[in-house]
C-alpha cells in the first residue's frame, strides 16, 4: 500500500517565479492538506481540500492556491515567489472524518528560491 | 487561535536513559492531541494520537503519553531511549474550532549517545 507520494523532490527558483507541487494521497483517502515547514521550525498549516474544493485555510496569502483532482491528487501553487518561501512542503492525507481522522505525511518537496 | 509550545528545543541523553518532551497547547475547548516523529532523511510519521478516552496514550516503539487537561499538556515519556531515537519529535493539536487543520510546535531534536 503506497503512502502519500510528493513530487519534485527538490526544487530551485528564482524570485517573482511561480512553482507547482504534486500530492497523491495515501489509498483510500480524499482529503488532502498542505503545510509549510521552515528551516527550524514545525509544520504550518496552508489549506485543506476536499471533493476538489479548499474547505479550510491557514495564515497565508492568496499566492498560494491549490487545486484537487477527482482521483484526490492535489496541487500546490505559489505565484510570486519570495525568498521566504523557501521551505519544506509537505502533503498529508486523511480520510473525510470530521475530528477522528489522523493525517499521514508525504516526504516532501524541498523548494529554494534564489 | 491556538497554539502549541515544546520548551525543549535540543535534549541531549545516552542510551538507556529516561526521556520526557513536553509539550503545552493553548486552548480552552475540545482537542485532538499528536506527537509525530522525523527521523534523519525520513518523513514525518506519527507516533501516537489522543482523541479521547484514557488519557494515558501508548504509541509505537515503546512510547507513551499522557493528557493532563488542567495543565493542558501532552508530554511524551519513555522508559529508556535507543541510540534509533535520534530524531526531531513534534507535537501537534487539533482543536474543535479548527477541526481541519494541525498546530504544529516548533519541535525538540532529540540526540541519543551510544
Known amino acids: 500500500d503506497a503512502g502519500v507520494t510528493q513530487s519534485p523532490t527538490h526544487l530551485i527558483k528564482t524570485r517573482g517565479q511561480q512553482v507547482t507541487l504534486r500530492c497523491s494521497p495515501k489509498s483510500g483517502h480524499d482529503t488532502v492538506s498542505w503545510y509549510q515547514q521552515a528551516l527550524g521550525q514545525g509544520p504550518q498549516f496552508i489549506f485543506q481540500y476536499y471533493e476538489e474544493e479548499e474547505r479550510q485555510r491557514g495564515n497565508f496569502p492568496d499566492r498560494f492556491s491549490g487545486h484537487q483532482f477527482p482521483n484526490y491528487s492535489s496541487e500546490l501553487n505559489v505565484n510570486a515567489l519570495l525568498l521566504g518561501d523557501s521551505a519544506l512542503y509537505l502533503c498529508?492525507?486523511?480520510?473525510?472524518?470530521?475530528?477522528?481522522?489522523?493525517?499521514?505525511f508525504g516526504p516532501g518537496t524541498r523548494l529554494t528560491v534564489l | 487561535a491556538q497554539s502549541v509550545s515544546q520548551h525543549n528545543h535540543h535534549v541531549i541523553l545516552s542510551e538507556a536513559a529516561s526521556l520526557e518532551l513536553g509539550c503545552n497547547y493553548s486552548?480552552?475547548?475540545?482537542?485532538?492531541l499528536f506527537w509525530y516523529v522525523q527521523y534523519p532523511g525520513q518523513h514525518l510519521q506519527l507516533l501516537l494520537k489522543?482523541?479521547?478516552?484514557?488519557?494515558l496514550v501508548k504509541g509505537i516503539k515503546g512510547f507513551e503519553a499522557e493528557f493532563i487537561k488542567s495543565k493542558f499538556s501532552f508530554n511524551l515519556r519513555k522508559p529508556s531511549v535507543q541510540w534509533s531515537d535520534t530524531a526531531e519529535y513534534f507535537c501537534a493539536v487539533r482543536t474543535s474550532g479548527s477541526a481541519r487543520q494541525l498546530t504544529f510546535g516548533s519541535g525538540t531534536q532529540l540526540t541519543v549517545l551510544p
Open positions: 498529508a492525507s486523511s480520510p473525510d472524518r470530521v475530528f477522528t481522522d489522523t493525517q499521514y
Open positions: 489522543y482523541f479521547s478516552g484514557d488519557p
Open positions: 486552548y480552552g475547548g475540545t482537542v485532538n
